[in-house]
């Protein structure tokens, strides 16, 4: 069965500096998607950041990326230059994907709160 | 991307009572789901709702209790029957779009008292 674990249950930040979300996963399944997500204190889920269990790169969205380790089975978001409106719950999810790249729900980690001080 | 929205956005309601929550889509989508988030907590998915088919619920969700109903391919409800304090939770709608990006609705916040 598929798994997200997120060990940090808070971060904290100062603005302008770099921070590493940790998160690793658990799945059986060769073809799997790594998703990221912040979920500001309106409640709102906010998509972030996406990586194929067979993409290459890493992937980048702005000031996020994903630091993509396979064999480790580590999918670390990294927000570089913090803001203060990144303080929020960050969440890793996954879906494994069928041959027809259907898929399925999102399964979601525990999440991370972020906080940024001036 | 999708754009969802969900009806109501919060509400407080008495225990033993029902709510449904109506989920609209602004395209047609193949895929929707249903997640809770207890306070302070992740997201739990309830039940998989395609079109023209019985949901699909995940272990410890059961349609007595968590009704879902999906008449076609921009519209769901899902109602949270006899309700108790510990059903207070955000309720959030999904959708998996075309190119298999899944996106949330804005939640509804229910308070059971």
């Known amino acids: 069965a598929q798994k997200i674990t997120q060990t940090q249950p808070g971060m904290f930040v100062q603005e302008k500096e770099a921070v590493t979300l940790d998160c690793t996963y658990d799945t059986s399944d060769q073809s799997y998607g790594l998703f990221w997500y912040k979920q500001p204190s309106s409640g709102e889920m906010i998509f972030l950041i996406y990586q194929g269990s067979y993409d290459e790169q890493n992937a980048t969205e702005g000031r996020y990326s994903l630091n993509f380790q396979k064999a480790r089975k580590s999918a670390n978001l990294v927000i570089s230059a913090s803001q203060l409106g990144d303080s929020a719950m960050y969440f890793c999810?996954?879906?494994?994907?069928?041959?027809?790249?259907?898929?399925?729900?999102?399964?979601f980690g525990k999440g991370t709160t972020l906080s940024v001080s001036s | 991307s999708a754009v969802i929205s969900q009806k109501p956005s919060r509400d407080i309601c008495q225990r033993g009572t029902s709510l449904t929550i109506q989920c609209q889509v602004d395209s047609q989508v193949t895929m929707m789901f249903w997640y809770r988030q207890q306070p302070g907590q992740s997201l739990t998915l309830i039940a998989t709702a395609n079109q023209g088919s019985e949901a699909t619920y995940e272990s410890g969700f059961v349609i007595d209790k968590f009704p879902i109903s999906r008449p076609n391919l921009t519209f769901s409800t899902l109602t949270v029957s006899n309700m108790s304090p510990e059903d207070s939770s955000i309720y959030l709608c999904?959708?998996?779009?075309?190119?298999?990006?899944?996106?949330f609705g804005p939640g509804t916040r229910l308070t059971v008292t």
């Open positions: 999904s959708v998996l779009d075309s190119s298999y990006e899944q996106y």
């Open positions: 999810a996954m879906r494994e994907l069928s041959a027809n790249q259907a898929g399925t729900a999102l399964i």
